[in-house]
C-alpha cells in the first residue's frame, strides 16, 4: 500500500516537473498567443452554445443575445491577432509544438459552429432583419481568423517546415467552413416577421 502511494506521489511530482518545464520553454509571447487561442475556444462554444438554443420563437432577443457573443468571440480574435502577430525572433521546437497542442482542438470546434450556422439559418431568417447582422457577424469573424492564422502560421514558417502542413491544413478546413457558411446567407432571401 505503502508502494502505490508512493508511485503515485511521484507521478504527481513527475507531471508538475513536466508542466513548468514546458511553461518555462514557452516565451511570454507565445505563451500570451496560447492563452488567447484558449480564450477564443471559451468564446466559440459560447457562440455555438446560444447559436444552438435559438429558435425563431426567441426573436429579437434572442439573436442579440447571438450577436453579443459573436461580438465577443471577435473582440477575441482581434486580441489573439494582435498578440499572435507580435510573436518574434526564433521560435523553438517547444514552442511549435504548443503552439499546435493550444490551435488543433479549436479548429473542430470552429468549424463545427460554422456549420451550425447555416443548420440554424432557418430559424434566423425567420426573424426580420437578422440574416443581415449574421452575414456582418460572418464576414467579420472570417476576416480576424485570417489575421490570427497568418500570424500562427509565421510563428513557425522559417524554423519548423513541418509545422506549415498542419497549419495548412487548418487553415484550408476553416476557409472551407467559412466559404459554406457565408454563401448560405449571401444567397439568402429573408423570409422573417418583424
Known amino acids: 500500500m505503502r508502494f502505490t502511494s508512493l508511485l503515485a506521489t511521484a507521478a504527481c511530482v513527475l507531471s508538475v516537473n513536466a508542466a513548468s518545464l514546458t511553461k518555462r520553454n514557452v516565451s511570454d509571447q507565445v505563451q500570451l498567443c ?35 457573443n459573436e461580438q465577443t468571440l471577435e473582440a477575441g480574435l482581434k486580441k489573439a491577432g494582435v498578440d499572435c502577430c507580435a510573436v518574434s525572433g526564433k521560435v523553438t521546437d517547444e514552442e511549435a509544438d504548443a503552439m499546435l497542442t493550444t490551435v488543433t482542438p479549436v479548429i473542430p470546434q470552429a468549424t463545427s459552429a460554422l456549420s451550425l450556422s447555416v443548420t440554424k439559418k432557418p430559424e434566423l431568417d425567420a426573424v426580420l432583419l437578422v440574416n443581415a447582422v449574421a452575414k456582418t457577424d460572418l464576414k467579420n469573424l472570417n476576416e480576424q481568423t485570417v489575421v490570427l492564422y497568418t500570424c500562427i502560421r509565421d510563428i513557425g514558417s522559417e524554423q519548423h517546415p513541418t509545422y506549415i502542413p498542419t497549419i495548412n491544413s487548418f487553415i484550408s478546413q476553416l476557409d472551407n467552413s467559412f466559404a459554406i457558411s457565408r454563401a448560405a446567407y449571401e444567397n439568402a432571401t429573408q423570409t422573417g416577421t418583424a
Request: hydrophobic share 45%.
Open 34 to 68: 496560447r492563452d488567447d487561442i484558449d480564450a477564443i475556444s471559451v468564446q466559440i462554444t459560447g457562440v455555438t452554445n446560444v447559436l444552438s438554443a435559438f429558435t425563431s420563437a426567441g426573436g429579437y432577443a434572442g439573436a442579440l443575445t447571438i450577436h453579443t
